[in-house]
T-cell receptor
Framework: GAVVSQHPSWVICKSGTSVKIECRSL??????MFWYRQFPKQSLMLMAT?????????EQGVEKDKFLINHASLTLSTLTVTSAHPEDSSFYICSANEPGQGNTEAFFGQGTRLTVV | GDSVTQMEGPVTLSEEAFLTINCTYTATGYPSLFWYVQYPGEGLQLLLKATKADDKGSNKGFEATYRKETTSFHLEKGSVQVSDSAVYFC?????????FGQGTTLQVKP
């Protein structure tokens, strides 16, 4: 199957700093990628849909100025958590679909555990 | 709106026991249905899927049947192993977006 790689797998940062998380499709081009957030012992919540070459579409309640998404190429989407605070600590996961597979399988990155201290 | 509801966990079973994790969904149209598994400290892995009514997805001894009449996609396995201990997520997919259930933790004891 297709491979989606996320980096870093974990990061610790100080309050007030910004953190960038990368999501790459390694062996296919992804015009659309998705960013999810998972709180401890809870489900994944879709944060935003990242569209190559255009603005991301954010889900209701997600602060677009805090969670900056850039999808500058067909193989890379980035999520930047700006001015991070302890409540932003979470597990962030990206996913991507292969072209032409829009309603079947999504491939997930391994996730990034962010801890803000 | 569209949603997925799973049975609450944790589910604790002895090795070789029969497993059922219930999943029901609410959605307009005909979504695809999935089960994902998350092992500790890892991302999600697709376990199985079904794209239309009456389809049965199966993988690694796990099965689930897409039941449109009951809007269900229950996960079953005849004989669980300790290595099956993980969190299981039921999900539906429409227009490329995945909507997840709350997840069910499975603990299998030797």
């Amino acid at each position: 199957g297709a491979v989606v790689s996320q980096h870093p797998s974990w990061v610790i940062c100080k309050s007030g700093t910004s953190v960038k998380i990368e999501c790459r499709s390694l062996d296919f081009q992804a015009t659309t990628m998705f960013w999810y957030r998972q709180f401890p012992k809870q489900s994944l919540m879709l944060m935003a849909t990242s569209n190559e070459g255009s603005k991301a579409t954010y889900e209701q309640g997600v602060e677009k100025d805090k969670f900056l998404i850039n999808h500058a190429s067909l193989t890379l989407s980035t999520l930047t958590v700006t001015s991070a605070h302890p409540e932003d600590s979470s597990f962030y996961i990206c996913s991507a679909n292969e072209p032409g597979q829009g309603n079947t399988e999504a491939f997930f990155g391994q996730g990034t555990r962010l801890t803000v201290v | 709106g569209d949603s997925v509801t799973q049975m609450e966990g944790p589910v604790t079973l002895s090795e070789e026991a029969f497993l059922t994790i219930n999943c029901t969904y609410t959605a307009t149209g005909y979504p695809s249905l999935f089960w994902y598994v998350q092992y500790p400290g890892e991302g999600l892995q697709l376990l199985l899927k079904a794209t239309k009514a009456d389809d049965k997805g199966s993988n690694k001894g796990f099965e689930a049947t897409y039941r449109k009449e009951t809007t269900s996609f229950h996960l079953e396995k005849g004989s669980v192993q300790v290595s099956d201990s993980a969190v299981y997520f039921c999900a539906l997919r429409k227009a490329g977006k995945l909507i997840f259930g709350q997840g069910t933790t499975l603990q299998v004891k030797p």
